[in-house]
Each structure stands twice: as C-alpha cells, then as structure tokens.
C-alpha cells in the first residue's frame, strides 16, 4: 500500500503546482509578452504564448551548440531549463526533432541528460553548422542584422543561427499541405514558432497536452489555425509530445511557464537535443543595475 501511496500523493502534488487554468498576461522582459490562454471548446486546452517585438535591438537569437567530431554531429541530451542556466538568453523553447529517443516508463526512457543524440534536420549555431539539411524538415534562419525566415531545409549564406522543425504551418499567410505524419490529427502537446508579415515580431506558441481536465493539446491543423488568428503568417512546427517545454529566467530564477508532461509525469521536462533561447533586457523594475533614487 505505502508503494501505491507515495507515488499517488507525490503526483497528485504535481498536479496542483501545474500554472492555474486561468488566462494570464504580462511584460516579461523588455520587448516581450507573455499570456496564458485557455481554450474550453471542443476539448480543454491551456495555450502559452511569448512575443519577442524584434525591433528591440536586446532581443537576440542562440542555438544549442552541439559538438562536431569526424563524421558525427552530436549533441549532449539537455532540458530547456538547463538550456536557459547555461545560456545568456532570458527565454527558451525546445527545439528540433531528435533520434534516438523512446519512454517506456518514468524510469525506462532516452535520451537522460548528457546522451548523445542527433538533431533532424538543419542546425546552425554562432555560424557553425551541426547539423545538416534534411528533406522535408523545415527550418528557422536568422541571418544578422534582423532578417528571419522559414526555408523548407536549407538556409541562405550568411545565417549565423538555424534551428529544423518539420512542418511549415503557415506559408505566406496560408497552411499548404501538411504531411501526414502519426501525429497529424492527434491531440497532442505542441511547440512553434511563428513571425508576422513585417518580420517585426516573433511567437513562441506552446500548447500543453496529455493532462485531462487540464489541457489536452492540439491537432497541427487546429495549431496553423491559432497561429493565423495570432496574427502570424509564417510558422514552423518543432518537436512536441513530451518536450513542448517555455522556460524563463527571471532575477536568477529558472521559471517553467508551462506544463510540460515527461513519461506522463507533469512538470517534468525532457532532455532534448536543441533549443531556440532570445536574450532580452529586464524590466526597469527588475533591472539591479538601475541606479536607485535618493529620497529626501
């Protein structure tokens, strides 16, 4: 019974420090929203969004780096919030599609942290390719000073950072033909990234899934639809499933903005092989280096 019990009560925990089920929004860091949305219809979904206003000249790109060997592009398995405690960035999400990978159970799973594993499709990173083009796995190219855009696999010369999704889910404004893959029309959890016609805002979109009453996910058709109504007209689907996963770091703490669902355990985040992080100046109020004014 007490084997039963502990495992219960400790999920049940978990459970109850997931985000509430309640719409949220507020300035993150200079340039950057955040909002909670939930969803009732046809199916309870919580949805995190994060706009990046790319005029803000603080908001910069950075990509996992990997490790090159001869003939091996490999990069060592890590979480989003290991991503965000290693990296000079102040948000994060995850990245590219990755092999291997499976979970049996909470004990039995690939990659752990510090597995090699490899990213599908293109990824560059400070200008250093990792990764090479894939058919049919799209990317997201920045090439510096302010130019981005999704290619169905190959970047532009130039591009200093490069993370592969799989589908583009919006073309222009409009969804072109989507692949069939497994997953396709299955509520499942999801990551994007999504840019408005004038390049001059950015969209993390992460759509928690696989937790009843709470949020079960999306369809990608159901995805391309809310990407539109955001506002956006070009967009990637990345890896979702167990590493849909929004971390920030605000005043030296890594904060989980969502509630990802690791092995069916929530608030449990997959090591996965790449992550897409923007830097970003903090709110004056949180800003330590303000100079403080002297009362009389």
Known sequence: MVGLTVPLLLHLALLGLRPPRRPNRRE?????????????HPRPVVI?????????????????????????MQFPAQTTGDFV????????????????AYA???????????????????VIANGVLYSPPHDQWAVLCFIPPHTFEIVPADCPEGTTQAIAGRDILLDQGKTPPLIQHTDHG??????????NPQQKKLWFVVVDGRQP????????????????????????NL???????????????????????HTR?????????????????PLERDNPLKPKSSGN
């Open 85 to 100: 405690r290693q990296y000079p960035v102040a948000v994060a999400i995850n990245g590219s599609f990755f092999t291997p």
């Open 186 to 195: 299955k509520n499942y959890p999801r990551s994007a990234i999504a840019l």
């Open 28 to 40: 993150l860091f200079v340039g950057v929203m955040y909002e909670r949305l939930l969803r009732k």
């Open 213 to 236: 009453f709470y949020s079960q996910g999306m369809t990608l058709p159901e995805l391309s639809q809310f990407l539109a109504q955001l506002g956006a007209t070009e967009a990637l």
């Open 265 to 281: 355990i929530p608030l449990r985040q997959r090591p996965v092989a790449t992550h897409l992080g923007f830097s970003a100046l």
């Open 239 to 261: 890896d979702g499933g167990g590493s849909s996963t929004l971390v920030i770091r605000e005043q030296d703490q890594i904060i989980t903005l969502n509630s990802p669902i």
């Open 48 to 72: 995190h969004v994060v706009s990046f206003d790319l005029r803000e000249p603080s908001i910069q790109p950075f990509v996992t780096l990997g490790q090159v060997k001869p003939q091996k």
């Open 104 to 122: 049996r159970h909470p004990w039995d799973y690939f990659p752990k942290r510090g597995d090699r594993v490899y990213a599908i499709g293109q």
